[in-house]
């Protein structure tokens, strides 16, 4: 298992960034928050995990080991595989999803999209327990790791960038549209400048309801 990678960061788009090692180029799948702190020519620490398949080797990166235990843990119920493992820690932090394991708290999991009512409630029976208790006693939910800068596509609009990567961690076109457009709209009126990064986390907050 390749534990954690350090080294130089060549490419960041919203889904996943490319990190020189010893020469060679890691493509590294992460959160959209986790990206955000990573900037091209900067050197990169993060602690990784290494999906083998039978016709692929998918490596994920996170902030830390706390955040890559979560996401391997969470993986071992039924119907939980990376994919929405990792839009799980792109909506909670892992304090949060210890909480709502915790407190048995669905509606804070049916928040992460593609869990439902039932799959809730089978990650609050399969996890009870196994994340341990959460370290702080409060939380927005919301995974965040710093404010560095996103570098997307040369040339696409931060609404675009943001609505894209919503859509790859499982929510739809529609309702992330729409969640963009909302809050793209509410900066825009305020007079800030439209940053990539601070529009998704904003927009991830938004389709939490305000997650505690």
């Known amino acids: ?9 060549q ?6 960034a490319v990190v020189e090692v010893g020469g060679v180029g890691l493509l ?4 959209p928050a986790t990206l955000a702190t990573l900037g091209i020519g900067a050197t990169a620490s993060l602690a990784t995990a290494l999906l083998v398949r039978e016709d692929a080797l998918t490596l994920f990166g996170f902030a830390d080991a706390d955040e890559r235990d979560v996401f391997e843990t969470v993986q071992t119920v039924s119907g939980v595989g990376p994919r929405l493992a990792l839009a799980m820690l792109a909506v909670h932090s892992p304090d949060a999803l210890r909480r709502a394991v915790q407190d048995e ?9 593609g869990i439902g009512h039932k799959g809730a409630q089978r990650i609050v029976l399969e996890l009870a327990g196994r994340l341990g208790a959460p370290a702080s006693p409060v939380s927005d939910g919301v995974a965040r ?12 609009r931060p ?21 963009v457009t909302g809050v ?12 990539v990064a601070s529009l998704l986390r904003a927009t991830l907050r938004a389709l939490g309801g305000g997650r505690g």
């Open 184 to 195: 793209a709209d509410s900066v825009e009126a305020a007079g800030e400048v439209l940053e």
């Open 105 to 113: 708290d669905l509606a804070a999991l049916k928040r992460v999209p």
């Open 159 to 179: 609404r675009e960038q943001v609505t894209d990567a919503l859509v790859g961690l499982g929510w739809t076109q529609r309702a992330a549209h729409d969640a």
């Open 1 to 9: 298992m390749i534990a954690s990678v350090r080294g130089t960061v």
């Open 145 to 156: 790791h710093g404010d560095g800068g996103v570098a997307g596509d040369a040339g696409a």
């Open 11 to 16: 490419s960041v788009r919203l889904d996943a």
């Open 28 to 31: 590294i799948h992460a959160t």
